[in-house]
């Protein structure tokens, strides 16, 4: 679900989006809800931020963490910087303006998120902008992966968000770089809907069991189940 307004006023911070072409989700407000900031995460790397809805969310859990959010878009930049400045963490988070396929670090990350271009071999619209946010035409799933692999500390995670397909695809890929999932969360609209969206939390270092969740957004009267408005009350004004 999009939320197309100008804006999107969350408990504690406030994303403007008017000049961003990927408006605010209810998938991308689960991933950030739901990824983990674990105790000792000290530097986070959200990869094509847009907004910088999933920094400003990882920003508030993670309050000792330093955030650098990279953007390829210069517009989309200029907003999470807007958006940054406005939070309560504006010290911690850091908008870099760059390609990720070039980007090379002088640290590593404890976790690395990421809400990437979804669509590969599709119809492309009109707004360039637009497309490179939703196409895979600038960053392959093998790009990210290896930009990845080049940033996140030795024993961190990242945190995927992709359609149902594309998680299957991205699932090969971390099995062929010998990587492992731990943890993998299935986002359905409700109970009779089939599986919609997937997060993804991969690592280097097998985790001792894989975990998996499923997460129903809403029940058949329309309002929200209990187990999504439990995820999303530290952020959601109303639910």
């Not at 650098?68 to 908008?95: C, G, H, I, R, Y």
């Not at 731990?182 to 089939?194: F, G, P, R, V």
């Not at 969206?197 to 209990?226: C, F, N």
Request: aromatic fraction near 8%; hydrophobic fraction near 40%.
């Amino acid at each position: 679900m999009g939320l197309s307004n100008s804006y999107f006023r969350f408990k504690q911070f406030i994303v403007n989006q008017g000049e961003c072409a990927m408006k605010v989700t209810t998938d991308a407000c689960i991933q950030g809800a739901w990824t983990p900031a674990l105790d000792g995460t000290e530097r986070i790397l959200d990869v094509g931020t847009g907004t910088g809805l999933l920094a400003l969310m990882l920003a508030q859990k993670a309050t000792d963490a330093l955030i650098d959010a990279a953007e390829l878009d210069n517009k989309a930049a200029a907003q999470a910087m807007q958006n940054f400045s406005d939070s309560p963490w504006n010290e911690q988070l850091t908008v870099i303006s760059c390609d990720i396929k070039e980007y090379h670090a002088p640290y590593k990350y404890d976790l690395v998120i990421s809400n990437p271009p979804f669509f590969s071999n599709s119809l492309q619209g009109p707004a360039a902008n637009r497309n490179m946010a939703r196409h895979t035409d600038t960053l392959s799933y093998n790009d990210l992966l290896d930009a990845i692999d080049r940033n996140l500390a030795p024993n961190g995670l990242a945190s995927i968000l992709l359609p149902r397909p594309e998680s299957l695809l991205f699932e090969n890929l971390i099995e062929e770089k010998g990587w492992h999932i731990h943890n993998c969360l299935q986002i359905k609209d409700n109970d009779n809907a089939a599986i919609k969206r997937v997060v993804l939390l991969t690592g280097r270092i097998a985790p001792d069991v894989r975990a998996a969740e499923t997460l129903v957004i809403k029940q058949h009267d329309g309002s929200y189940t209990d187990k999504f408005k439990q995820l999303l009350s530290p952020y959601y004004l109303q639910l």
